[in-house]
């Protein structure tokens, strides 16, 4: 109980902030505009959320250790790491998951341009990247440095279709239009990490 009390305070003082952040612009609103807006104190919001940057990227901390899940899952099920996480990315694909970035409603649009328009979130995203690497890295096992530079390679594919994704619809294509595209490239990238680069 006291856990879901928390996760709900949580996602409600994230809500709150990133409302204000598309209506004000991140650098126009304060910690204690935010934290009125939740009826909440400054202290409360700072045990929640310790800067400004982590109550929008709150959203990728709910998806920073995603792959490690996928992959651990799919040992149980005796399907190889990679097959596992191609087939997931094809199902988020399929359900125009925001976080494969092929997704054009307009909310998810609005977050997309308040994330990657503002120059101190950018800054933090490499933070929750190397959070959701480790946590890969630890789920596939074997040798540490392998399997951190399997890691490091899968979370940088994944990253980078999800914003060729954001960018093609930022540049106007609809996700229906650009779902067979996306799936090709997510075919195509996940081949390139089974056989190796050719560089």
Do not use: W
Not at 105 to 133: I, K, M, N, Q, W
Not at 143 to 159: M, N, S, Y
């Amino acid at each position: 109980m006291r856990e879901r009390k928390k996760r709900r305070t949580r996602q409600a003082l994230s809500d709150a902030a990133v409302a204000l952040f598309l209506e004000k612009g991140y650098d126009a609103v304060s910690v204690a505009e935010i934290a009125a807006a939740a009826e909440v104190s400054k202290p409360t919001l700072f045990r929640y959320f310790p800067a400004k940057e982590d109550l929008v990227l709150h959203r990728f901390a709910d998806h920073e250790d995603e792959a490690a899940r996928v992959v651990t899952a799919a040992r149980a099920a005796g399907t190889a790491p990679l097959d596992a996480l191609h087939a997931h990315l094809l199902s988020g694909l399929d359900r125009r998951d925001p976080v494969t970035g092929l997704c054009d409603d307009p909310g998810v649009l609005a977050f997309h341009r308040l994330l990657y328009g503002t120059p101190a979130l950018v800054a933090r995203l490499p933070t929750y990247r190397r959070r959701s690497e480790a946590a890969l890295a630890a789920a596939l096992g074997g040798d540490p440095l392998e399997a951190r530079l399997a890691a490091g390679q899968i979370v940088t594919v994944l990253r980078i279709l999800a914003e060729e994704n954001v960018d093609r619809i930022a540049g106007g294509a609809t996700a229906d239009a650009l779902a067979e595209e996306a799936v090709a490239a997510a075919g195509r990238a996940f081949r390139t990490l089974r056989e190796g680069l050719s560089y």
